[in-house]
């Protein structure tokens, strides 16, 4: 985990390094964090050069309006879902200018959990234009403030490893 607001930063800008070496740009759809990841990546200047957009599609009616997650994908499997975050992701690449995106949606707490999607549960997908949309499911603990942090810190990182040349 990241200790500090600069480790963040530096987080952001080897993200921000990686992505102008492929000439790439980012776009966020953000639900549990409400846009910490795209506010993230925008606090560095020049990141105009780099971020596309940012989706904050707290509802489920915004996930379907503006990502275009099937309302029947939300029913079936809730949005806290591999089912969902995977159409997150991809909704966002689509609705996009960008070359990569993450999603993430989750259960930041103190409520909303339940036995089989505990408070902390996140489910957080990356995809790439011509790659399949790859999804993880994060158990994370803490408040909601550290949830949320932990959210961000993950995103970053597997962000960060989409990036980079392979």
């Known amino acids: 985990m ?24 980012l776009a966020a759809a953000e639900s549990c964090t ?16 780099w971020f596309e957009r ?10 379907t309006e503006l990502l275009g997650v099937p309302a029947a994908t939300i029913a079936a ?3 806290v879902s591999r089912a969902v975050v995977l159409a997150m992701a991809e909704g966002a690449l689509a609705r996009s200018h960008a070359d990569l995106a993450v999603a993430v949606t989750g259960i ?14 996140v489910w957080l997908a990356i995809t790439t234009k011509g790659q ?9 603990h803490g408040d909601r403030a550290a949830v949320r ?9 597997r962000l960060l490893d989409a990036a980079r040349p392979s």
């Open 149 to 157: 942090r932990q959210t961000v810190e993950q995103a970053l990182q």
């Open 34 to 49: 409400g846009g910490l990841i795209a506010a993230a990546c925008t606090a560095v200047s020049g990141s105009s050069d």
């Open 108 to 121: 930041a707490g103190p409520t909303g959990g339940s036995p089989d999607k505990p408070v902390g549960t």
């Open 132 to 140: 399949p949309t790859e999804a993880r499911r994060l158990q994370l």
């Open 77 to 79: 499997h809730g949005a």
């Open 54 to 63: 940012g989706f904050v599609t707290y509802s489920n009616e915004a996930k």
């Open 2 to 25: 990241l200790d500090s607001m600069s480790e963040l930063e530096a987080e952001v800008l080897s993200l921000a390094d990686a992505l102008r070496a492929r000439g790439w740009k």
